[in-house]
């Protein structure tokens, strides 16, 4: 029925506005520029067709990503401004349910919903994270897949039949096997998932080539994972490292791009942190590269069924998924920091573990 409606709205409208979450991951630009390219198509193929599209995301997009269909074509500016100025009267937003996954700024997200609501775009999310707090919308569709890339490729590939070539279905591959962890966590539709993957390898695309782009590593990289690794502390039940905002000056001031700095910090997060024993769960926090001795940001990763991550990561203004979350925290030093995502564990550990 959703998904009906969704296909009415595409058809009908006249200027098509796609997002995803600021400082993409795989799963987020993945999708986007699958819907954005499957769109396109559409409109491609029926001579007249005055329907226009655009993909629009905000933040560090990843180089490494750029071999993706559709890449060139992305709209790399504030979400607020490519809403004014080409005036949008749809809006896919994906992998994400608030506009401050879209839009970095708390201002320029009110002032979107703002312009949303004076101008009535009609607006549709397509994501697969836990709901609350997520904006109304016209259309939100959230069938609780591994990743976004496979919910809309159930929508466009397998339900409306639209025509996917291989270079359609990459971005898809490219996005499942980064929310999966490639098919590592949990997964409550895996036949799904692995029957979706299996349309990929038909099409002759590789998990290995694909992973290998995702797992590439620069000198940089390893001399932060170090760092990751020097500072790595346990503590009660959990395990956490850091960068101090020293290290991260450091990184600034040699010209370490900030692409390369947020994938070391994941790459340790995903494959380290949950895993020291005893322990089973942990975070990292680092300083925000643009803007160290103010803004720290950082992770939790646990083994599924343990914990609700989510409890913390929602205190400090973050959300995600129970095995893993993310949050952003204004602080005095780095030390500050710190001592509030261990105060927001003590106080809140009894509930997460409650709530796994
Ligand atoms: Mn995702």
């Excluded at 509930?351 to 796994?356: D, F, I, T, V």
């Amino acid at each position: 029925m959703k998904n009906i409606l969704l296909f009415d709205y595409i058809k009908q409208s006249k200027r098509i506005l796609i997002t995803s979450h600021f400082s993409p991951d795989p799963d987020s630009i993945g999708s986007a520029l699958y819907v954005y390219n499957m769109i396109k198509s559409d409109i491609d193929r029926s001579e007249g067709d005055q329907r226009e599209i655009r993909v629009c995301i905000e933040g560090l997009i990843p180089s490494e990503f750029s071999f993706l269909k559709g890449f060139s074509d992305i709209t790399h500016t504030l979400l607020v401004d490519c809403v004014k100025e080409y005036e949008p009267d749809l809006l896919i937003m994906l992998d994400g349910n608030n506009l401050k996954r879209f839009s970095k700024l708390e201002e320029q997200a009110s002032e979107i919903l703002q312009l949303i609501s004076t101008k009535s775009i009609k607006t549709v999310t397509i994501d697969h994270h836990l709901e609350d707090g997520r904006d109304d919308v016209d259309i939100f569709i959230n069938n609780k897949r591994s990743s976004t890339c496979e919910e809309v490729y159930g929508i466009f590939t397998r339900d409306f039949g639209w025509e996917t070539d291989k270079s359609d279905m990459e971005p898809i591959l490219f996005g499942i096997l980064g929310d999966t962890g490639r098919f590592l966590y949990k997964n409550g539709f895996h036949r799904e998932t692995f029957d979706t993957v299996s349309d990929m390898l038909d099409a002759g695309l590789s998990i290995e080539e694909l992973q290998g782009r995702m797992n590439s590593l620069s000198l940089a990289h390893i001399k932060i994972i170090g760092e990751l690794m020097k500072n790595l502390q346990q503590k009660d039940d959990y395990n956490y490292s850091y960068l101090s905002d020293e290290f991260t000056e450091k990184l600034v001031e040699e010209n370490i791009a900030q692409d390369i700095y947020g994938s070391a910090y994941h790459l340790f997060m995903d494959n380290y942190i949950r895993s020291i024993e005893p322990n089973k769960w942990g975070f990292v926090l680092i300083p925000d590269m643009t803007a160290p001795r103010k803004y720290y940001k950082g992770s939790f990763r646990a083994i599924s069924d343990l914990i609700d991550t989510t409890i913390f990561a929602k205190l400090l203004g973050g959300g995600g998924h129970k095995p893993a979350s993310g949050f952003k925290i204004e602080a005095q030093s780095f030390q500050a920091a710190l001592d509030i995502v261990h105060q927001t564990i003590v106080d809140n550990r009894v509930e997460a573990y409650a709530n796994k």
